[in-house]
């Protein structure tokens, strides 16, 4: 305990300094036990939200904890879905921000890193180096990071479309470009653009899993290889590779690991989709998938808000305002004290 104690004093209370911060032990293990912290501003997080996380904790009936992860899974609202509702991040300054804007933190003695809730999906798209930014700088960001996560999502799918069902929609040239490199190709756009990003997937898990002075160099290099030693066997053709570069590129700019892999798994539903029924089948695996992404709450706390349902905020979404402009704290996380600061008077 005296672990943690000394870990939370320079970590977040370094960073909020409030008589108002509560931190509130709680035992769980009943062969091992261990103290979780929960922490939370009072007058600022709703006394609702706090009762509602208290008791899933005391409610969490295990032998061993010992991860914030590990909890993340006791206490999530849907264990199966692709979505994550929890976020977690080894940062004490954006821990210490999303504690002044009402949310509840969660640490454990000898786990390094924090669980957040409640979150939005705006939570993940933004990086903790977005508010530390000057204004043009960090929306600039922002935007490039929002077309990182649609190349990523929807470029492979649409290629497929595009040269199975809807080649009048892209230029002579390139079409007559795309229909001479796939003359001596063997396979099925499709399984082409399977074994490429399978291939992808595996230099990325084995770059991650070999030593750290190696790592870049076999991803480097495995893709270079990989990518054109097929192209030269005529296995797949150049512009699948380089649509599965931009992919793969694309990926690495989501900030956060839970959106990555929700980007990443939702890409291959989509190319099936594309593969089958061309645009109308992305079209409504989209739909599909937005109904669903609003449906969805986080300690109930609706996932899209404060964009959809629309509640008073600083609209901190895909653009921010400037530091001093933002004065309201999220109201659909904060409902007791959501004025965060009055806007000052500039000349």
Known sequence: MLNLRIQIAPLIRKHFKSEKLVSESIEVGE??????????VEGITDPNLINTVRERIKGIKTDFLSNVSMLEQFIEERSYSLISTVMYTERPDRAAAFLAEGHVIFIIDGSPGYLIVPVTFWSFFH???????RWLYG????????????????TPALY??????????????????????????????????????????LIREAGVRVPTTIGP?????????????AVEANIVSPILVIVVAITGLSSFAIP??????TIRISRFLLLMAGASMGFFGISLVL?????YILSITSFGVPFMSPLAPHFP?????????PTFKQGLRPSNVSKSDFIRRKKPKRK
Do not use: C, W
């Open 256 to 261: 956060e690991t839970a959106l990555s892999y």
């Open 313 to 321: 905020s600083s609209n901190d979404t895909f653009t921010r305002a």
């Open 31 to 40: 062969k091992s036990k261990n103290d979780v912290y929960m922490m939370y």
């Open 127 to 133: 990086a903790a180096e977005d508010q530390y930014q």
């Open 287 to 291: 739909i599909i998938g937005l109904a």
């Open 139 to 154: 929306n600039f960001i922002r935007i490039v990071r929002l077309l990182a996560v649609l190349i990523s999502l929807l």
């Open 217 to 229: 160099t076999i991803g480097i290099v495995g893709a270079l290889i990989l990518g054109q030693a």
């Open 160 to 201: 497929i479309a595009i040269v199975n069902f809807h080649g009048e929609m892209i230029p002579s040239d390139l079409a007559v470009s795309i229909a001479a490199s796939r003359e001596v190709l063997p396979f099925p756009v499709i399984t082409e653009i399977l074994l490429m990003e399978i291939s992808f997937e």
